[in-house]
């Protein structure tokens, strides 16, 4: 059982930077890792994910976060992160690191691809 715990939330204003930062308990060899989000009253939703051996382009971000935000792995370390630049108010929401064996992923964007998820960390952007 993997378990993952994110850390590096907090509370910023418009147009400030945050990294936020995903530990595995276990080493992530051929897991694919991701970032979702989710505010109140809305729906988890995709932000961006990085699979295994990402040199074939295997990065991914969703468009309102695309140019702002820039996942990252180190998988001697067995860390995942996601440094936000630029945040806007919209960007306010619970985050969440999420991996899954590679094979279980075909989009990388759908919550019930991945196998693991951790416990969340709040990040709020003030306007």
């Known amino acids: 059982q993997v378990q993952l715990v994110e850390s590096g939330g907090g509370v910023v204003q418009a147009g400030a930077s945050l990294r936020l930062s995903c530990a595995a308990s276990?080493?992530?060899?051929?897991?694919?890792m991701g970032w979702f989000r989710q505010a109140p009253g809305k729906e988890r939703e995709f932000v961006a994910g990085i699979r295994y051996g990402h040199d074939d382009g295997g990065i991914y971000y969703a468009k309102a976060v695309k140019g702002r935000f820039t996942v990252s792995r180190d998988n001697i370390k067995n860390t995942a992160s996601l440094q936000m630049n630029s945040l806007e108010p919209e960007d306010t929401a619970v985050y969440y690191c999420?991996?899954?064996?590679?094979?279980?992923?075909?989009?990388?964007?759908?919550?019930?691809?991945?196998?693991?998820w951790g416990q969340g960390t709040q990040v709020t952007v003030s306007s």
């Open positions: 276990d080493r992530m060899v051929a897991y694919a």
């Open positions: 999420a991996a899954s064996p590679s094979v279980r992923i075909t989009t990388m964007i759908e919550t019930d691809e991945y196998d693991y």
